[in-house]
């Protein structure tokens, strides 16, 4: 039997075990937060946003499925996998994905965007189908100077620690189709690291002093 942290795989530890295992053990197996940038705060406001559809000029042209971040818990053969889709639709099983930040996506990039597959296949798993065609959509973004005043004159501080991230109202949107051949592929993945973190959780508890409770996330 497979044992890992929090008991199923999501995308992100997938991910981070595949980029950076001592990250990896410091965030699942001693529970020490990840650091959030201002890009990734500012990322998941518009997520909430989107969800409480509260939009602007550029989120009302943001394309998108019937539902807003959507659960999805399923199983890859006996491991058990969470995901939270940006948006879906349930009745084509369609995936939309939504990406903020100021380096700029492209086809090539978006091709090679490992979640997506990842997505897809969990889509499959829960429904038994999916939609090949998966879209996403990049909102670009800036960092902007804080407005401030002193001795009555109005500037922009121009420190980059305190520059405010926004939206720029440029979007592009790509798709990309996952075949049965990419999904194949990673549950195989999934299985596999399924394995390697069962094994090397088992060895770092042998050295814990003590068990670490793991806290839920989002991913």
């Given at each position: 039997?497979v ?10 530890m ?10 990896f ?5 001693e529970n020490i ?6 890009e990734s705060?500012?990322?998941k406001?518009i ?6 559809k ?17 659960e ?8 058990p996998?969470?995901c939270?889709?940006d948006s879906f ?9 939504i990406?903020?930040g ?7 990039r978006?091709?090679?965007?490992d979640?997506?597959?990842f997505?897809a296949m ?5 429904f ?5 065609f ?6 670009e973004?800036e ?22 991230v926004?939206l ?10 996952i ?20 094994n090397?959780?088992e060895?770092?508890k ?14």
């Open positions: 039997m044992t890992i942290p929090k008991g199923r795989i999501s995308y992100s997938w991910h981070l075990w595949h980029t950076n295992k001592t990250q053990r410091k965030r699942y197996y937060p990840s650091f959030e940038t201002r705060i500012f990322g406001r997520a909430k946003m989107l969800e409480e509260k939009y602007d000029s550029t989120l009302a042209k943001v394309p998108r499925g019937k539902k807003t971040e959507f999805i818990n399923t199983h890859i053969g006996d491991i996998i969470r939270y889709l639709t349930e009745k084509t099983k369609s995936l939309f994905e990406k903020t100021r380096i700029r996506w492209n086809q090539k978006v091709n090679m965007h979640q997506l597959v997505y969990a889509i499959q798993a829960r038994g189908s999916y939609d090949p998966t879209l996403l959509c990049w909102l973004t960092l902007v100077g804080r407005k401030e005043t002193i001795g009555g004159i109005d500037f922009e501080n121009d420190d980059q620690r305190d520059k405010l926004q720029t109202g440029r979007m592009m949107v790509w798709t990309r189709k075949t049965p051949r990419q999904i194949n592929k990673m549950k195989k993945s999934v299985w596999q690291t399924a394995q390697e973190i069962n090397d959780w060895e770092w042998k050295l814990s002093p003590a068990p670490v409770a793991i806290k839920d996330e989002i991913v």
